[in-house]
C-alpha cells in the first residue's frame, strides 16, 4: 500500500508496480493527521487482511541557517511530517504489525545520528525519530516485532529542491551535486536487504558508519566534516 499527499503521482507508481508484477493500491494519506493516519491503515487491513511491514518514509526538510530563518512554523511542520507523521502511523498500524510479528523500517537521516549545519530543525526532527523508534524497539522486542532505523546520507531525490528555505518557501532547485550522491534505486535496495534481515540500523554511506565511531573520541572532526558536507553539497 503506498501513501502520500499527491493522488495522481501515488496512482502511477502503483500502476508502475502493476507492471512489475506486484498488487499495490493508491491511498492519499497526509500523514500530519492522525485520523488519516488511521484511516490509510484501515484500508490497508480492509484490502490485505493486516500489515506485515510499516515503513516510515515521508519526509520534508529545509535548508537555511537558524538564526535566518523567518518564520519558525517552517520547524513545526517539517516535525508535523517526518516526527509526529511516523507516530501516528505506527499507533495505527502498532496492533496490526503485533498480530504479524511484522516490523518497522523507521527512514532517518544521518541527520538523526549527528548535527548538520543548515538544517537545525530536520535534524531535531530525525533526532527524535532515532530516540523514538530506538525506544519502541525495546518495547517491542517481546512481540516479535522488530525496527529498523534507516539512516541515509544524501540520496538524488526531490527532497533537496522541496527544501524549505529561510522564507518558509521551496528552493525550487537542488542545492546538491547530485552527480556525486547516491541514487534513490541504490538507497532503496541497501533499505530492503537491511529490513529483510531485520537489521537494527541501517547507515548507508561509509562516512556515516566510520563518523558514528569517530564521533565518540573525536567530535570535533565530525562537525568539520558535517559542514564541509553542506559547504560542497554532496
Ligand atoms: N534524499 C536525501 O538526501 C535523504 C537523506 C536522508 C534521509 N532522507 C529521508 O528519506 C525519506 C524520503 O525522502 P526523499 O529523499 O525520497 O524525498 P522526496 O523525494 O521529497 O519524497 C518525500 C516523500 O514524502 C511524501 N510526503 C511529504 N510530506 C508528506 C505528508 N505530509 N504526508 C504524506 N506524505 C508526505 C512525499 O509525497 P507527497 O508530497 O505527495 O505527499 C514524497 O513521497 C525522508 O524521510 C527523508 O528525510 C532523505
Known amino acids: 500500500m503506498l501513501a502520500a499527499r499527491n493522488r ?22 497526509d500523514v500530519t493527521d492522525p485520523a488519516q493516519c488511521e484511516a490509510m491503515i484501515a484500508q490497508a487491513v480492509e484490502h490485505f487482511g493486516g500489515v506485515d511491514v510499516l515503513v516510515a518514509n515521508a519526509g520534508a526538510t529545509m535548508w537555511s541557517r537558524f538564526d535566518e530563518l523567518e518564520d519558525l512554523s517552517i520547524l513545526e511542520h517539517i516535525m508535523a ?16 504489525l503485533k498480530r504479524a510479528r511484522g516490523q518497522i523500517v523507521a527512514v532517518a537521516s544521518v541527520a538523526g545520528l549527528t548535527g548538520v549545519p543548515a ?56 542545492p546538491m551535486q547530485e552527480s556525486r550522491i547516491m541514487t534513490a534505486d541504490r538507497c532503496a535496495e541497501l533499505i530492503v536487504a537491511a529490513a529483510a534481515k531485520r537489521q537494527r540500523l541501517l547507515i548507508t554511506s561509509r562516512r556515516g558508519r566510520l563518523g558514528r565511531w569517530l564521533k565518540l573520541i573525536w567530535p570535533g572532526l565530525i562537525d568539520r566534516i558535517a559542514r564541509r558536507a553542506i559547504e560542497q553539497r554532496h
Not at 147 to 173: M, N
Open 81 to 96: 511530517v517526518n516526527y509526529f507523521g511516523a507516530v501516528y502511523c505506527t499507533r495505527a498500524a502498532l496492533p496490526w
Open 8 to 29: 495522481e503521482r501515488l496512482q502511477a507508481l502503483a500502476d508502475d508496480c502493476a507492471r512489475l508484477g506486484a498488487h499495490a493500491i493508491a491511498v492519499p494519506t
Open 119 to 174: 538544517r537545525s530543525g530536520y535534524c531535531a526532527t530525525k533526532h527524535a525519530m532515532v530516540g523514538f523508534f530506538d525506544s519502541l524497539r525495546i518495547e517491542l522486542a517481546d512481540d516479535g516485532v522488530s525496527v529498523t532505523v534507516v539512516a541515509p546520507d544524501f540520496v538524488v531525490s526531490e527532497i533537496h529542491r522541496r527544501a524549505l528555505g529561510a522564507d518558509g518557501r521551496p528552493l525550487g532547485k537542488t
